[in-house]
């Protein structure tokens, strides 16, 4: 079974950087394409990141873009998201997921069929 495990979420002050990471298990990245979603109380899940397993491009929201970095570790079947000077609204929960389409850039939550449980990441002012 495909499993998914986010892990790398914490506490930081605004400006500072967290990296998450996403081990997977029962995949490979040149069949599924790997996406990065948030949730904030009382707000709908979006899109962050994804990394397509069709060329290996990246997608990027706007309101992360010049701060996020996706990236894939086929050895050890991890993807990461670096993310650099966050901001208070960067304060969610992070999950993963996983979807068989080979481009994702923007796609929606229900286009992922595996999620793994999410790590809060909260950014104070």
């Known amino acids: 079974d495909v499993q998914l495990q986010a892990s790398g979420g914490g506490l930081v002050q605004v400006g500072g950087s967290l990296r998450l990471s996403c081990a997977a298990s029962?995949?490979?990245?040149?069949?599924?394409?790997m996406g990065w979603f948030r949730q904030a109380p009382g707000k709908e899940r979006e899109g962050v990141s994804c990394i397509s397993s069709a060329d290996g491009s990246a997608y990027y929201a706007d309101s992360v873009k010049g701060r996020f970095t996706i990236s894939s570790d086929n050895e050890n079947n991890t993807v990461y998201l670096q993310m650099y000077n966050l901001k208070p609204e960067d304060t969610a929960v992070y999950y993963c997921?996983?979807?068989?389409?080979?481009?994702?850039?923007?796609?929606?939550?229900?286009?992922?069929?595996?999620w793994g449980p999410g790590t809060q990441v909260t950014v104070s002012s």
């Open positions: 029962d995949l490979t990245f040149d069949v599924y394409s």
């Open positions: 997921a996983a979807t068989l389409l080979g481009y994702c850039a923007g796609l929606p939550p229900k286009e992922y069929m595996h």
